[in-house]
């Protein structure tokens, strides 16, 4: 039975807030527990960082619409599957700044009924490692305003290194 794009997205949700709750946990020492999803106007998850509630916006990163469409199982044609390969030989730093940017800006758009907003961005592309989000991380252009008071990059779709995105941002 094929699961609808709802369910199937409010489960890469549930699963990225669980790792980087896990993650977080281990690299930080404070206790992450309790995910629950929320309604419209309000971020994705919700959790309680220690004894106060955390609410948490997922957003998955993917170097092309193409790769979104492989890593979760669709049919691809056989020119989509060699731009993949072709991607996949030549990363670039300026495609991951550009996709980075472009997810950071999309976010900062959106407002949240919310004391306390992190955003979670899961690393779902296969050409990108923690060593690259490090190289471009320096010189992200952010946007002037957004509701996060963090944010942080799951840096392997299954091992969850973390980075913290926002920390370096120039003031």
Not at 15 to 22: G, H, I, S, W
Not at 49 to 76: C, K, W
């Amino acid at each position: 039975m094929k699961r609808s794009s709802d369910e199937e997205k409010r489960q890469l949700e549930h699963d990225a807030a669980k790792l980087f709750l896990r993650c977080y946990e281990q690299q930080q020492g404070i206790h992450m527990r309790n995910i629950w999803h929320n309604e419209p106007n309000k971020p994705d998850v919700s959790c309680y960082q220690e004894n106060e509630q955390l609410d948490i916006e997922i957003a998955h990163l993917y170097a092309s619409e193409t790769e979104a469409m492989a890593v979760l199982g669709r049919p691809l044609s056989m020119q989509m599957q060699r731009d993949l390969a072709d991607m996949a030989q030549k990363p670039s730093e300026h495609r991951l700044r550009a996709a980075l940017e472009r997810l950071l800006k999309q976010k900062a758009k959106k407002r949240y009924y919310s004391e306390r907003t992190w955003l979670v961005i899961r690393n779902a592309s296969t050409i990108w490692r923690k060593v690259d989000f490090e190289a471009v991380i320096d010189d992200l252009n952010f946007p002037r305003t957004y509701q996060f008071e963090q944010i942080w990059l799951v840096c392997d779709f299954y091992r969850g290194e973390l980075l913290r995105v926002d920390e370096k941002r120039p003031i």
